[in-house]
Nanobody, 124 residues
Framework: VQLQASGGGLVQAGGSLRLSCAASGRTFSTSVMGWFRQAPGKEREFVAAIRGSAHLIYYADSVKGRFTISRDNTKNSVYLQMNSLKAEDTAVYYC??????????????????WGQGTLVTVSS
């Protein structure tokens, strides 16, 4: 499975960005897709996840109400709409996929495939 993340960039605090992640190589609709981020000097952390049918979505508390994860199985893609961005949202954002059944959506160790990351910089 190959994941290609895009959409990062420089934005002012309060602004918006939309990240995209295109997947190939396996039946996308059965996957759990997640977004994680890693700020300089910090560990990679969970941001949001969505199950294959999109009936279950989960967000980190730090982004709840500001970020929206969605997917389009016809385009093998997952998106992260980020609104009301803050300086502390600055990080490299990674999309990830897994096909194994697991209880947790937030544990990065449960994801098998990772994109290359896209940098989001929020200026204050």
């Amino acid at each position: 499975v190959q994941l290609q993340a895009s959409g990062g960039g420089l934005v002012q605090a309060g602004g918006s960005l939309r990240l995209s992640c295109a997947a190939s190589g396996r039946t996308f609709s059965t996957s759990v897709m997640g977004w994680f981020r890693q700020a300089p000097g910090k560990e990679r952390e969970f941001v949001a996840a969505i199950r294959g049918s999109a009936h279950l979505i989960y967000y980190a508390d730090s982004v709840k109400g500001r970020f929206t994860i969605s997917r389009d199985n016809t385009k093998n893609s997952v998106y992260l709409q980020m609104n009301s961005l803050k300086a502390e949202d600055t990080a490299v954002y990674y999309c990830a996929a897994r096909f194994r059944p697991r209880i947790s959506l937030t544990d990065l160790n449960d994801y098998d495939y990772w994109g290359q990351g896209t940098l989001v910089t929020v200026s204050s």
